[in-house]
């Protein structure tokens, strides 16, 4: 025997007709079994009023996280991968495309900056390049005006990818 899954609309219809007391009991149940829905449900009293603050404090968590990057390759990209869930979650949280670039080009700056250079480790090499590419992808579905401020920063990114990284070809990503 299973449960029954309803779709978005069914719920959504539902908790329309429930009284105010029943609503919160049924956040605070929900909200007891996952820690995600935790830091959902937080995010969405607290900090959603201050999208830019929020903004500000992922990148200096993720700033720090890329100091305390270990040496090995495979713990970097260990470390790496840590950072890119992180962001992820908290991109799903703001639900906005414009600070999903933000965040991403604010990795390849840290990336950049912390990352051993000469490195030929290759899941170190492809986890930059996986992000350039959702940067250009995430770049080409916002509006012209928006398109042309992120392109700057974008380019820019990339110029500086280049002449520090020997390995970084920028004509292949080029938007």
């Keep these: 025997m299973s449960i029954t899954t309803y779709g978005l609309?069914?719920?959504?219809?539902?908790?329309q007709h429930l009284p105010q007391e029943q609503l919160?009991?049924?956040?605070?149940?929900?909200?007891?079994?996952?820690?995600?829905?935790?830091?959902?449900?937080?995010?969405?009293?607290?900090?959603?009023?201050?999208?830019?603050?929020?903004i500000e404090s992922i990148k200096a968590e993720a700033g720090f996280i890329f100091s305390q990057l270990p040496v090995q390759?495979?713990?970097?990209a260990k470390g790496l991968r840590k950072i890119l869930r992180m962001l992820t979650k908290y991109t799903k949280f703001i639900g906005?495309?414009?600070?999903e670039i933000d965040l991403l080009l604010n990795f390849c700056q840290n990336y950049l900056q912390y990352v051993i250079r000469q490195t030929?480790?290759?899941?170190?090499?492809?986890?930059?390049?996986r992000q350039v590419e959702k940067i250009k992808t995430a770049i080409s579905k916002l509006h012209e005006d928006?398109?042309?401020?992120?392109?700057?920063?974008?380019?820019?990114?990339?110029?500086d990818?280049?002449?520090k990284l020997t390995w970084f070809n920028k004509k292949s990503y080029l938007l």
């Design 120 to 129: 030929s480790h290759k899941p170190i090499r492809l986890i930059l390049i």
């Design 9 to 15: 609309q069914q719920i959504k219809k539902e908790l």
């Design 161 to 163: 990818a280049e002449a």
């Design 96 to 99: 906005s495309k414009t600070a």
């Design 73 to 76: 390759s495979y713990f970097t």
């Design 24 to 54: 919160t009991e049924l956040c605070l149940r929900l909200v007891r079994y996952k820690k995600e829905n935790k830091e959902l449900l937080a995010y969405l009293l607290f900090e959603a009023n201050n999208e830019q603050d929020f």
């Design 146 to 159: 928006l398109q042309f401020d992120y392109s700057q920063d974008y380019n820019k990114l990339l110029d």
